[in-house]
């Protein structure tokens, strides 16, 4: 009895997926739960496990295809996984992988080389993959997205030295799909950026002060700077308005929630997790959150739930050793605040100059819906409530 | 009178009479166009290729190799042979059996499929319409949707030596020589110069053959050529390089060739026959109304994108009327490229694996990029050869002149060209290209098994050679 393996279903937003990596072939056993196929959308990687035991029969889609939601990929002869048969139970040398016809010398490489051909996209007629496609593989191609292969597309960037010589990759889809919205921000928005500076000391004194207690009453989870600056965030988004505000063809839309995306980097970009509902959550709450999200993101175990919405958007290039930068907007939102590196420096405090641990804040905006003058007093807000975080308390 | 047609195809050499079959069978309605008559005045399908070029020539070139066979070749096999003779007429008379054979089969061909043949001149007027002017002067429009321009070319003429069907001919009348003529002088030591001399060399002649260009087949791999000409020259042709005719004068029954050498001098020479085969360029005489619309080249040629489409929509051009090798087979395909992209498939030809060959013995063939090309392209890569003096077949066959070439690329080891002279080079060039064709690397076809003894293990031993794992000859010291 054949059994349909299936695309997931997708999320709203998400039109189509690309099938990234087959972990098993046509005639190969599985067993239910087991890892069949990988298939990459704009955020995230989905993962399809057989819902049986049995034999992969047939495989309808190839590496590389366009797959919709809910489309069938493979087909699952039920049966109980019969122990240790020989894969290759045809007689001739297997060439065949599934479905794809493969050049002699090319299996002979791959198989030199320990290259599981499932993961290369033939070029020769018809699909073939021929030997020149197995000698241009290198694990490190962006076709194998899935986090648990242990090579990033960026550490195999070594080349020859005192050659000229140019490595072309394509885009992975993530890639492909920042570079598309990056793009489509800078073209429809009226993008400006306005700066400040915040003394952090106020703020470092309250964490060295209450560090131990803190983790104690909230099970391990130490207090960073991003709780308070969430808090700090939503505290000023509920003064001004517009610029938790998003634009909507001519409509301008005002959100009675504060879901604030939190930026974290990966091997794969950048991706923006996001806390609902922030101005219900505690300290801690966030604290926490932003501590799961980090480890799931890294893992690409996001959901694109996790990443989809928010009103605004902090992110934190410090933790790289920026001064100072002019963050991009995440869109639909109008704007986004950029924190950066601490740093000890001069200032004039009442007539005398004393050293502050400086960080210089950037609050980047859509002038089409934020003016000047609201952007810069909003930061100035930001600003005023990091240097005295009893306001964040006191909501003044 | 009007009569509309899907498809109309003006000319029925083998790029125009393949696209109206092809047509045909795609069940589009269609016509073609041909003005050839033969001496009867009646019209004749086939064009250049079946009537006075491929066909004839190989008939001819097969007769004489034969004749030489038997009078020379035979003595180390221990058969004694004696007064062999050739009847010319009677090789003639088979020629043109053999012609007639196979224009009647395409007129066969065109009832079998369905295709109208018209006999006449075509010309394309503007509005996708071909006034046809029959054989009887009749003159009639036909409309069509499509229309096939494949009217092929002719041989190119120069001033120095003009063509008199007698002691000055072309092509075509060097096809038609009735006695060997003693002194045979050959303008152009291209493909068509040293199979024409062969034939007549084989029958007698002394033949020498006059090339301007400074190289031999300069457009082949410089190893292969240089290796064909060693074994041209073996076999009596006098190619001299760097000779341009500057003048001839026919005197009576012979004629004088005045000619520059490569060095600046100047020399004469006196031939029984003269033929002129400098090249051929693309026939649009007649063809085209002043208003057609479509584009001429600056060579003459018809101007046509990747799929043979003309500037006109709906007007194709396919075969020697085109840019690309002037070679049949290639017209062929793209008059198969044109029929089914006017049913509507996504038809496209390749154009880099188009085999080329010269009918000489032995024979010299080529796909692919020649190693020059490919040093020119950048691209690093290595190069197989292997020689039929090593063959155990071709030492049966007492046939061991040449050797094949395989190139392929350095990293990838994808075959790139593969260039042969020797016997069968045809045929053994084209197994090449259809491994080619799937993406083939030099170990793909060394890992497949070929027959033993065979000319074909040539190609496997050149293909190991690429790699350095030939078994039958020393491997050149690599990595």
């Known amino acids: 009895m054949a059994i349909e393996i299936k695309a997931p279903t997708y999320p709203e937003s998400v039109q189509e997926g690309t099938l990234a990596t087959w972990h098993k072939q046509a005639g190969d056993t599985v067993s239910r739960d087991e890892l069949i196929v990988d298939i990459e959308t704009d955020k995230v990687v989905l993962e399809v496990v057989a819902p049986a035991s049995g034999v992969l029969a047939e495989v309808l889609k190839a590496e590389g295809d366009i797959v919709l939601s809910n489309e069938i990929l493979a087909r699952i002869e039920e049966g109980t996984v019969v122990a240790a048969s020989p894969a290759a139970s045809k007689a001739e040398p297997d060439t065949d992988v599934g479905g794809v016809m493969v050049n002699p010398a090319a299996k002979k490489l791959a198989d030199e080389r320990n290259i599981d051909l499932s993961e290369i996209t033939g070029t020769g007629k018809g699909g073939r993959i021929t030997k020149e496609d197995v000698v241009n593989y290198s694990p490190a191609a962006p076709s194998a997205p899935a986090a648990a292969k242990s090579v990033s597309a960026d550490t195999d960037t070594t080349m020859p030295v005192g050659e000229r010589v140019e490595r072309r990759v394509a885009m992975t889809r993530m890639r492909s799909r920042i570079s598309e919205r990056l793009m489509s921000v800078t073209q429809s928005t009226a993008m400006l950026t306005t700066f400040n500076e915040v003394d952090m000391s106020a703020m470092m004194g309250l964490r060295k002060q209450y560090q131990d207690e803190f983790t104690k009453m909230h099970n391990g989870t130490r207090l960073g700077f991003m709780g308070m600056f969430v808090k700090a965030a939503v505290e000023a988004l509920k003064r001004f308005p517009l610029v938790n505000a998003s634009i909507d063809g001519t409509d301008i839309v005002y959100h009675g929630y504060q879901d604030i995306g939190v930026a974290v980097s990966t091997d794969r970009g950048l991706v923006v997790p996001v806390l609902r509902n922030a101005e219900n959550m505690s300290i801690a709450k966030v604290e926490n959150e932003i501590s799961s999200y980090a480890g799931k993101a890294r893992d690409g175990k996001l959901t694109i739930e996790e990443m989809s919405g928010g009103t605004f958007t902090i992110t934190n290039g410090g933790v790289y050793g920026s001064l100072l930068s002019t963050p991009i907007l995440n869109p639909p939102q109008s704007a986004i605040l950029g924190m950066h590196k601490i740093q000890q420096r001069p200032m004039a405090v009442d007539g005398q100059v004393v050293i502050r641990p400086m960080m210089y804040l950037a609050l980047s905006y859509d002038h089409r819906l934020i003016d000047g003058k609201d952007a810069v007093q909003f930061l100035v807000a930001i600003k005023q409530l990091i240097e005295d975080p009893a306001k964040i308390l006191l909501e003044i | ?479």
């Open chain 2, 1 to 479: 009178m009007s009569e509309k047609y899907d498809v109309v195809v003006i000319g029925s050499g083998p790029a125009g009479y393949v696209a109206a079959i092809r047509s045909a069978q795609l069940g589009l309605k269609t016509a073609c166009i041909e003005k050839w008559k033969d001496a009867k005045g009646k019209g004749v399908n086939g064009g250049t290729c079946l009537n006075v070029g491929c066909i004839p020539s190989k008939a001819l070139l097969d007769s004489s190799y034969k004749y030489h066979e038997a009078a020379e070749e035979l003595a180390v096999h221990g058969i004694s042979t004696k007064g062999v003779t050739i009847d010319i007429p009677a090789m003639l008379a088979r020629k043109n059996k053999i012609i007639n054979q196979l224009t009647g089969g395409i007129s066969g061909l065109f009832k079998a499929n369905g295709v109208t043949a018209l006999y006449g001149t075509g010309r394309l007027l503007a509005g996708k319409k071909v006034e046809l002017t029959d054989n009887d002067g009749a003159v009639s429009v036909i409309e069509a949707s499509n229309i096939i321009l494949a009217s092929g070319s002719v041989p190119i003429a120069i001033p120095v030596a003009p063509v008199d069907n007698d002691i000055i001919v072309d092509s075509t009348g060097a096809l038609e020589i009735s006695e060997v003529p003693k002194r045979l002088g050959v303008i152009g030591a291209g493909v068509i110069g040293l199979e024409l001399g062969s034939v007549w060399g084989r029958l007698g002649s002394k033949v020498v053959l006059l090339e301007a260009l400074d190289d031999f087949l300069a457009v082949m791999d410089k190893a292969v050529a240089k290796e064909s000409k060693k074994i041209f020259t073996k076999q009596g042709l006098d190619i001299r390089l760097g000779a341009r005719v500057t003048g001839t004068e026919v005197k009576g029954k012979e004629v004088e060739v005045t000619y520059q050498t490569a060095d600046g001098g100047e020399l004469t020479e006196t031939f029984d026959k003269l033929i002129v085969c400098v090249g051929r360029r693309a026939f649009t005489e007649g063809l085209l109304a002043a208003d057609s619309g479509v584009e001429v080249d600056e060579r003459g040629s018809i101007f046509v994108n990747d799929f043979c489409a003309t500037n006109v929509p709906g007007i194709f051009a396919v075969g020697d009327l085109v840019r690309g090798p002037m070679l049949a087979h290639k017209g062929s395909e793209e008059g198969v490229m044109v029929a089914e992209r006017i049913a509507g498939h996504k038809a496209q030809m390749n154009y880099d694996i188009v085999p080329n060959v010269i009918y000489t013995h032995p024979e010299v063939a080529s796909v692919g990029q020649t190693e020059e090309q490919v040093k020119a392209s950048g691209e690093s890569y290595n190069v197989g050869v292997f020689p039929f003096a090593a063959s155990g077949r071709a030492m049966a066959a007492n046939d061991t002149d040449g050797m094949v070439k395989i190139i392929a690329h350095k990293d990838t080891d994808r075959i790139l060209g593969c260039h042969i002279v020797g016997p069968s080079a045809a045929d053994l060039t084209q197994q090449v290209a259809i491994a080619m064709e799937f993406g083939s690397s030099a170990e793909d076809l060394g890992m497949t098994v070929f027959g033993h003894p065979t000319l074909s293990e040539a190609v496997h031993e050149a293909a190991l050679a690429v790699n350095g794992s030939a078994i039958h000859i020393a491997n050149r010291k690599r990595r």
